[in-house]
């Protein structure tokens, strides 16, 4: 029996089963509540994987007598969802249906909007899972008819108590007698982040590589992910890569790229890499935000372990490229200028209907004519600076010669 799932024959079938998420489940839970009492409602779950995502919303389906469908974003397709919809038609003498939906964030808007017809008609409740921020991922259409709840990481007292689970299942399964103190059992707890699946996954490979007993050093044989990866940690590493990217390290951004995508942090790398491609590039390499793009969307198709290729790709090309933050600097300027008040009455001449005294540039020499644009309480502001770089520098010298 050497194919055992432990985490799949472990999975709770109930509220009370569930390890952590107190303030959703347990006896006083929010979402336990709220099916107490009849009610049942579009949901959005957040927060990081192995919290237990998955198992709540099949427990909701099941207590709410409901039948249940689970599609997982980075494979299914409109198609899939149009299949599973369309069986509403025949639900309204059960229960109804419950829509689940992994990782959502793989979904379009395009796709994500496909889904509003049936949510808004009551056809089918829906449940969807992201491990980002749902208000950057998820089309707020389906933020709006839905309720948030956050998962949070499992707190080591009460992984342990997965992993206790998970020793008595294996010795049950496989007539074995293999201890573990108390202190091996908080190690793995501790290591694994919160994650209850990866305490679970891991405490199954030391079962089956110990002798008698499961210990520190069973444990330390597999790739143990040490330590608490909580947000300060992620900004951090995120923070890194752009900081060797911009000082044009590429062994430094490399070495951050690839620790940031070992904790599953393939969505914010790419949200990251385009946004260094235009802050830190900007101008000088205006097609690295073209190539960092269309790395970031295969990366995204591709899922890992292959994803880790296009983005290296971005990654090395950005921290080896001319650097220009003179249109950042530029947006930053004008915005706080904004914020103060200016600029509130545009120039007559650009205003419609008439544009009366506007100047069209394309009847002029060079497709140039000199007029004013930025309105008066700011028309000698000067927000863009000409970067020091080859193209930014043969448009300054062009632009030179033509408005002389």
Known sequence: MNNIRTAEALRPKSFDEIV???HLFGERGVVRKMLASGRITNMIFYGPPGTGKTTA???IARESN????????????ISDVKDILSSTNNIFSTGGILLYIDEIQYFNKKQ?????????DGRVTLITSTTENPHFYIYNAIISRSSLFEFKPVAPEDCAVAVRRAVDYLNSQMGEKKSI???TVDYIARSTSGDVRHAIVLTENAFFAADDAITKETVDNFNVRVGNFDDDTHYDLLSCLQKSIRGSDADAAVFYLAKLLSLGELISVCRRLQVIASEDIGLAYPQAAVVTRACCESAKELGMPE???????????LATSPK????HDAVFAAMADVEKGYGREVPTHLKSPL????????EYPNHYVRQQYLPDDVKDRRYYEWGSNKLEDAARQYWEKIKK
Request: aromatic residues 10%; charged residues 15%; negative net charge.
């Open 20 to 22: 952590g998420q107190k």
């Open 57 to 59: 919303a099949e427990i």
């Open 66 to 77: 409901m039948v249940f469908h689970r599609l997982n974003a980075t494979t299914a397709s």
């Open 112 to 120: 994500q909007q496909a889904l509003l017809e049936y949510i808004e």
């Open 181 to 183: 103190d108390d202190s």
């Open 307 to 317: 994803a880790a290729i296009p983005l290296a790709n971005a990654t090395v090309l």
């Open 324 to 327: 220009s933050n003179s249109a």
């Open 355 to 362: 544009f009366k005294g506007y100047k069209y540039p394309h």
